[in-house]
């Protein structure tokens, strides 16, 4: 039995290792390089940090240096926590006296120094060790921490919702049954890192060895080019929140761009309007598609609807 997520990186390098594990805009990296750089970064992080079931706090830049500092943490025994660098001070504050992470990671991204006077902001480009340590990944627990991902909630504070390793391989393992997705997949991620939906794509890759593509943010708001860019790369499952789903068919994108590779799509959080889950039968007769919801707190969604007509 699994229990830890990196357990799912470390069987996919030695099934697929030269198949691309993560790609973005400007970068892709194979399963075997992903894991090389997970195991430098990790082990250097380890020797930094001198801590273990902590949070390391990462400064987003939506690419695949996230998910390089992500599973680097999680390999020195800690949990990472995403954080959108954009938010305004006063939010970005409260989340940080609340968590009292151990450190904060970027690749390039920045916040307001006075923000972090008393917490040490690591460079991911300093984590490099020729000795990589024994790996710490392997002493934790499955019940501990992976991740912490912030809400408003419902009275508008930032509220820290935790996540275990176990909670993650239990969702992962249904979903994959519950979709039938299998290795061949190709994810186009479309959702910010510090959405619980992006777990999806996330996980569903490294458990597969399949491949997830991080497509960049100006398709958020751009649906033709979103449609364009997931043929272009060949996608062939999607994780969208409802809006996004309703958007490419409402704005008449879906009518001059097809993805033809697209077989599954997952969508949730919101209402789901039958006009437009016809739009897209219409459009792609032969895919799946799936309806779910759930609040953060129950690890992404605790009900799901394979919608048949």
Not at 110 to 124: C, G, K, M, N, Y
Not at 262 to 270: A, D, F, T, Y
């Amino acid at each position: 039995m699994k229990i830890n997520v990196l357990s799912y990186l470390e069987a996919s390098v030695e099934r697929v290792p030269n198949r691309v594990c993560w790609a973005d805009a400007a970068s892709a990296l194979t399963y075997r390089e992903a894991w090389t750089a997970v195991c430098e970064m990790g082990a250097a992080l380890s020797v930094r940090l001198s801590t273990v079931n902590a949070p390391v706090c990462v400064l987003l830049r939506h690419d695949v240096t996230d998910l390089l500092a992500f599973f680097s943490i999680v390999y020195s025994g800690n949990f990472y926590v995403p954080i959108d660098p954009a938010l305004p001070a006063v939010r970005l504050r409260s989340m940080l006296e609340t968590l009292k992470p151990a450190a904060v990671m970027t690749a390039g991204a920045s916040i307001d120094a006075e923000l972090t006077q008393d917490i040490p902001v690591i460079s991911q480009q300093e984590l490099h060790t020729e000795a990589p340590a024994a790996a710490p990944w392997k002493q934790r627990k499955d019940t501990d921490l992976l991740y912490v991902i912030f809400t408003s909630g419902s009275t508008g504070a930032p509220k820290g919702i935790v996540i275990s390793h176990r909670a993650i391989l239990d969702f992962t393992a249904w979903m994959t049954d519950f979709c039938g997705y299998t290795e061949h997949e190709v994810f186009g991620n479309q959702s910010p890192f510090y959405f619980d939906t992006s777990c999806k794509d996330l996980y569903q890759t490294l458990k597969l060895g399949a491949t997830c593509v991080i497509l960049e943010k100006k398709f958020f708001a751009l649906p033709l080019f979103l449609l364009q860019a997931l043929d272009q790369h060949g996608v062939t499952a999607v994780n969208w929140a409802t809006s996004a789903f309703h958007l490419a068919a409402s704005s008449g994108a879906l009518e001059r761009c097809v993805p033809h590779a697209l077989r599954k799509i997952v969508v949730g959080g919101e209402a789901l309007q039958a006009r437009y889950v016809n739009m897209w039968k219409r459009a792609i007769p032969e895919a799946d598609l799936y309806n779910m919801y759930g609040p953060t707190e129950t690890t992404v969604d605790c009900a799901a609807l394979h919608l048949t007509r």
